[in-house]
């Protein structure tokens, strides 16, 4: 009975070799990508590690707490705009003194790691060639102005549940947004002007944003697979049995949700980074939206899913402009008509592949005539001499990405992968879950009709109660 | 002194007084049945215990420290804890972690060290797991080898029964409450939990205090039974005694039975 298998992780040193194994071709393909792929692909890369930050860390509170927590831009941004005062070039923070239009003071414009160094006497951590090493120190303490800012967020609103806790992280997002700009604010954050030029050489390199992504993985998935995080998942199903297990429930939350702002705060360091300056307009709910789609579509809960899903994400805003450019009224209705006859398609596709009776139902119909309409009347137009011209699709890359949350939300419920979670007991098809040929016979042993009554531990009768 | 002493316990709920100075006692080692009618209010009982309502008026004391005013979460620190009638286990989690969570308030390591799986956390850790293994086993092979990895929602009900009470006895709780231990269990299995639950108490060193409908179960394993009606104590003492009370018979089944012979020959409640 006291098998170490339940004890100790069976083949842990393997697992461990293959991680190590697979970090270093995920760095291999990195190098291959970077230097063959283009800008615009380094570029992309970069982001999607950016945001994977941004959305593995959110999903420690919204898929491991079960805390619904709309307010990741404001986290975002105070990280982001104390790395970019504390790294700005010295000329820029003279263009700031020097414009007439700032509001910002000799006394907070100076407010960045090189005078520091140099009134402790570092100079040599002053050079140009040591702006990485000021960069990190900058980054870091962004990461904890955030979660500091969460902490003091977190300890009053966490008591709030479902609806109200989420209104209310909305609204903390929303309210660090406007008191940035305003007058109290604004000799610290710029205003309504922002820091620009801020060095990109950080956010855009997918050296810095994978190292940060691969640390917020580890991290996260650590606490996530420790006694803390599991304290975290039982609040998340049911508080009110958590805490008569004894799990400090205000703790827990306060926890998960600091953690989560520090990395949001990493997170907009590399975000202003990428962007090369901090404007308020960068932080907008609208990022935490992205964040959302992301989550939902790869598997709220699951670190995997979560960063399949911003691959999604990404890949849609980077490669999406496509879909944004100008085309004949007609190549648009052509578009709708296939986009319905594939829906048509998906629909006789899955209930095949489900064996769903009847096969065909009336929506399938539906879909097949509208598409078949819909193609035909796109292909009559120019000869009627109908809907000629052209149309600029704006804002198509959000329906899109509003059209695939929907198509997810119908088949996958839970998202790509659900909970599921990659590892390499599922690769090798361990499953601990699963009898092993011994334990099917003391399986049958229960559930044994001779032994035990028909139905055996399954009978649920309630006749004798009440 | 006893382990638990409840005295005068008063709890309403807007117009309804749902429990009405309520008073008695649980020594260590007792198995003590509460039992009571449909809504008498057994299961406010143990909410007004382990904290989840706070009392109008009166005193709870577990080893001379009194509850009043505590979380649920500072009474199972302190060696109280509960099962659920409705089931409150963590449906999607497997059944190892929801052994293991009831452990964690005992955790010494800190949010860092588990983070960085220190030595110190992974001994924790491994000591976790072999104490949920002991209270699992108390239940046979039942909850063990595969099924232990497999998520609560495949469980069948009365598994989920049994992993309640063993979640409720990985907290290091002395005193546990069971609230309908047995509940949709078939008599096989009724009669099987009923030496559960006295093994409990005789190998585990527990001491339980429990409600149930299930009179054969009540007569087999109580050192006292005590009834509620209404919010109020009825009686208390002995099982053959209760069962044998006036009193607890009409408030089972109502007025007119008493005056019926038939009722008492048939041995009161039974
Ligand atoms: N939170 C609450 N708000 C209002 N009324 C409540 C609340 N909790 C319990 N009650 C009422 O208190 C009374 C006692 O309920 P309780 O659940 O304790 O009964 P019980 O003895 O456990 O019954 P059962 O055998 O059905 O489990 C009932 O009338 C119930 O409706
Ligand atoms: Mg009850």
Do not use: C
């Not at chain 1, 805390?67 to 010295?90: N, R, V």
């Amino acid at each position: 009975m006291q098998d170490t298998k339940h004890i100790v992780q069976p083949n842990r040193n393997r697992n461990i070799l293959l991680t190590i194994f697979a970090t270093v071709l995920v760095a291999v393909a990195l190098l291959i990508l970077t230097s063959l792929g283009s800008v615009k692909l380094g570029s992309a890369l970069a982001l999607f590690a950016i945001w994977g930050i941004a959305t593995v860390s959110l999903n420690l509170v919204n898929g491991t707490l079960g805390i619904l927590s709309l307010g990741h831009h404001g986290f975002m941004l105070i990280g982001g705009y104390t790395t970019a005062l504390l790294i700005l070039s010295d000329d820029k923070r003279e263009k700031i003194l020097a414009s007439g239009r700032s509001s910002m003071t000799p006394f907070t414009v100076g407010l960045s790691i090189d005078n520091f160094f140099n009134a402790i006497g570092l100079t040599a951590f002053t050079t140009d060639e040591t702006l990485w090493l000021r960069f990190l120190v900058a980054i870091l303490l962004g990461g904890l102005m955030a979660s500091v800012v969460g902490l003091i967020v977190g300890i009053p609103s966490l008591r709030l549940r479902g609806d109200y806790l989420a209104i209310v992280t909305f609204g903390f997002g929303e309210i660090i947004r406007l008191t940035a700009s305003t007058r109290i604010f604004s000799p610290i954050t710029n205003g309504a002007l922002g820091f620009s030029g801020v060095p990109t050489e950080f956010g855009k390199s997918v050296w810095w944003t994978f190292a940060f992504l691969g640390i917020t993985i580890y991290v996260i998935s650590k606490l996530k697979y420790s006694s803390f995080g599991r304290a975290m998942e039982g609040i998340r199903e049911d508080e009110i049995a958590s805490e008569a297990m004894g799990v400090n429930l205000a703790y827990h939350k306060v926890l998960g949700f600091v953690v989560s702002s520090f990395f949001a705060g990493i997170a907009g360091g590399l975000w202003v980074s990428w962007l090369g300056g901090a404007r308020l307009d960068s932080f907008l709910f609208t990022l935490t939206f992205f964040f959302l789609v992301a989550l939902s579509v790869g598997g709220t809960g699951s670190i995997t899913g979560v960063l399949l899903g911003t691959a999604l994400v990404v890949f849609v805003r980077q490669y999406g402009d496509p879909l944004e450019q100008s085309y004949l009224i007609t190549t648009w209705i052509l578009a709708i008509g296939v986009i319905l006859l594939l829906t048509a398609l998906a629909i006789y596709i899955f209930r095949t592949i489900r064996r769903s009776r009847p096969k065909i139902i009336p929506a399938f119909y539906l879909f097949l005539i509208a598409g078949v309409a819909t193609v035909v009347l796109a292909l009559l137009a120019p000869s009627l001499g109908i809907m000629q011209g052209e149309f600029r699709g704006f804002g198509m890359r959000a329906i899109f990405l509003s059209i695939l949350l929907i198509i997810i939300m119908v088949f996958r419920p839970d998202g790509m992968v659900g909970r599921a979670e990659f590892n390499w007991a599922w690769v090798f098809r361990e499953r601990l879950d699963q009898p092993t040929e011994e334990e099917r016979k003391q399986d049958a042993w229960l559930s044994n009709p001779e032994l035990n009554r028909p139905g055996g531990a399954a009978n649920t009768s309630d006749v004798e109660e009440d | 002194m006893a382990m638990l002493e409840i005295s005068n316990l008063n709890k309403s709920f807007g117009g309804l007084q749902a429990m009405t100075d309520v008073s008695f006692n649980v020594n260590e080692g007792e198995i003590i049945s509460v039992i009571g009618p449909n809504g008498a209010g057994k299961t406010t009982l143990f909410n007004l215990i382990t904290g989840v309502y706070t009392p109008d008026s009166g005193d709870v004391r577990f080893q001379g420290q009194s509850l009043v005013g505590k979380k649920p979460s500072q009474i199972v620190d302190m060696g109280i804890a509960r099962t659920f009638q409705n089931l409150r286990l963590f449906t999607n989690l497997s059944i190892m972690d929801n052994i293991l969570i009831p452990q964690h308030h005992k955790l010494k390591s800190n949010w860092l060290q588990a983070i960085l799986r220190t030595p110190a956390y992974k001994k924790e850790e491994e000591e976790m797991r072999k104490f949920a293994l002991e209270k699992l086993s108390f239940f046979g092979p039942r909850l063990m080898s595969f099924r232990l990895y497999q998520p609560v929602l495949v469980l069948s009900y009365a598994n989920r029964r049994r992993s309640e009470i063993a979640r409720a006895m990985a907290t290091g709780a002395k005193l546990l409450l069971l609230d309908e231990p047995s509940a949709g269990m078939n008599p096989k299995e009724t009669i099987e939990m009923t030496k559960i639950i006295k093994r409990m108490r005789d190998e585990g060193g527990y001491t339980i205090l429990l409600v149930e409908h299930k009179m054969n179960l009540v007569g087999e394993i109580s050192d006292r039974v005590v009834v509620l009606d209404y919010g109020k104590k009825l009686a208390e003492g002995d099982y053959k005694d209760v069962v044998n009370n006036p009193e607890v018979i009409e408030a089972y089944l109502g007025k007119k039975a008493t005056d019926d012979d038939k009722a008492k020959k048939d041995g009161g409640l039974e």
